[in-house]
Nanobody, 122 residues
Framework: VQLQASGGGLVQAGGSLRLSCAAS????????MGWFRQAPGKERDLVAR????????YYTDSVKGRFTISRDNAKNAMFLQMNSLKPEDTAAYYC????????????????WGQGTLVTVSS
């Protein structure tokens, strides 16, 4: 499975961005996907995750009510709609996929896209 993330950019606080993750290859084998983020000097943390088959979603507390994760099975794509962005959301955002897991830790996922940088100015 190959993943390609896009959609990052510079936005003012309170603004919105939509990240996309295009999956290719053996996408039929995907069980779960997630968005992680990593700020400079910090660990890579889970933002949101989605079960590929039925669309069940989970969010970290800091983004609940502001971010929405979704997927389009027909297009093999996953999205992260980010609203009411805050400066503390600034990070490189990574999409990830697993054939076996919908875990909350980065080491639960076998496949990773390149990061897309989100910068939120105050």
């Amino acid at each position: 499975v190959q993943l390609q993330a896009s959609g990052g950019g510079l936005v003012q606080a309170g603004g919105s961005l939509r990240l996309s993750c295009a999956a290719s290859g053996r996408t039929f084998s995907i069980y779960g996907m997630g968005w992680f983020r990593q700020a400079p000097g910090k660990e890579r943390d889970l933002v949101a995750r989605i079960r590929w088959l039925d669309g069940t979603t989970y969010y970290t507390d800091s983004v609940k009510g502001r971010f929405t994760i979704s997927r389009d099975n027909a297009k093999n794509a996953m999205f992260l709609q980010m609203n009411s962005l805050k400066p503390e959301d600034t990070a490189a955002y990574y999409c990830a996929a697993s054939r076996f897991s919908l875990g909350s830790l980065a080491n639960s996922y076998e496949y990773w896209g390149q990061g897309t940088l989100v910068t939120v100015s105050s």
